[in-house]
């Protein structure tokens, strides 16, 4: 659940050069949210076996331990709006970072399966606060002509999160013998994967400290003077503090609060729109883009590959993801939306087809056959890679801008929520798909990357270039 880059806008709020390297601080320090929301949702790739061999499950109760945190995801999105709306953008950031390092604690030191589960309910609720509250904090404090690029930091940090977390898990099997189980600083490697996650969580609570909270906020809560300290901060002396603010305010007077109710219309439910908005969030998960980060150690044991390799592959498939979004945010705003989604969708089919074609072949002393394993590495980083370009990055562009004013908040919500659901559903589905047949799971997530296709040519409209207030 990532927000994304959108064009600089120019007018009001535009930083003088001394002033840029503070918001450029202040907007990096808010995404470590984006962060740990990356760390925390793969650093789990480390553990699967680990945890299905110690606590010796079947894949459905392993599948369930992954998923579960998806829960805590989505209540910590849908409530993260409110709690900082009531106490600061700052403080709900300071909560969160004590949920992801209690989460990593008692991760790391379980007493049974049970208590491993609400751990890691805990850690997804911090990742649904991060996953909200860092995008509209940068969003609240970032001068309007920097405000896109430095919006692309969070997506960004999500990116360098995943890739982190690979790399620290395949150090640590590398330091405990190539073992998931081995002995590591008197613990299991395993443990030591999800509790390492503790030194990020107080990093980012620490820094926290360190930046303001939001204009918008604290004029909110009557706090004008503070507001037009930090807004003189941020946006340099020479603005003219007292017409920012009244603009500000006048924004805020303006705004319609819209509701669920609001999207209610049409022969089937929701508004179209709305429609259109759930089923962007769909295809985005049913790809199976997820399996990819929480599943791929597994993935490449099952076939045979060496743990260690395995975990290596997990690391080179999260730098793939970096490269394809840095693609993503050059692209977005020049060639459009659309476009670039249906390039996506036609390089995933490729890549997925692919994997699906390889795992197909039975396996020879324990592993594919060289050339299918070639193929389905290859095809593996090739999904990853168009995806990360296209939908990774689109889907969010396009929430953030298709729906008109008067509902684009409720609309989000319910996207966003659909996105959570799906994800859900096909994080917890893997495990026993793919025990009753690999390439077969792999048929289905190709079948979804192609109907992607129609569904953008028929249904989604470019959003490239118009004005938010075009959005009907």
Known sequence: MTSTAQAPQPGAGTAHPEHLGHVIFIAAAAAMGGFLFGYDSSVINGAVEAIRDRYDIGPAALAQVIAIALIGCAIGAATAGRIADRIGRIRCMQIASVLFAISAVGSALPFALWDLAFWRIVGGFAIGMASVIGPAYIAEVAPAAYRGRLGSFQQAAIVVGIAISQLVNWGLLNAAGGNQRGQLMGLEAWQVMLGVMVIPAVLYGMLSFAIPESPRFLLSVGKRQRAKEILAEVEGKGVDLDARVDEIEHAMRSEHKSTFKDLLGGGFFFKPIVWVGIGLSVFQQFVGINVAFYYSS????????????????????????????????????????????????????????????????????????????????VAAHVFVLFFALSWGVVVWVFLGEMFPNRIRAAALGVAASAQWIANWAITASFPSLASWNLSGTYIIYTVFAALSIPFVLKFVKETKGKALEEMG
């Open 298 to 377: 597994t993935l490449w044991q099952s076939v045979g590959v060496d743990p260690t390799q395995s975990f290596f592959y997990s690391f080179t498939t999260s730098i793939i993801n970096i490269v394809g979004t840095v693609i993503a945010m050059i692209f977005v705003d020049r060639i459009g939306r659309k476009p670039l989604a249906l390039i996506g969708s036609a390089g995933m089919v490729v890549g997925l087809a692919l994997e699906a074609w390889a795992f197909s072949y039975d396996l020879v002393d324990g592993k594919l056959p060289a050339t299918q394993g070639w193929v389905a590495l």
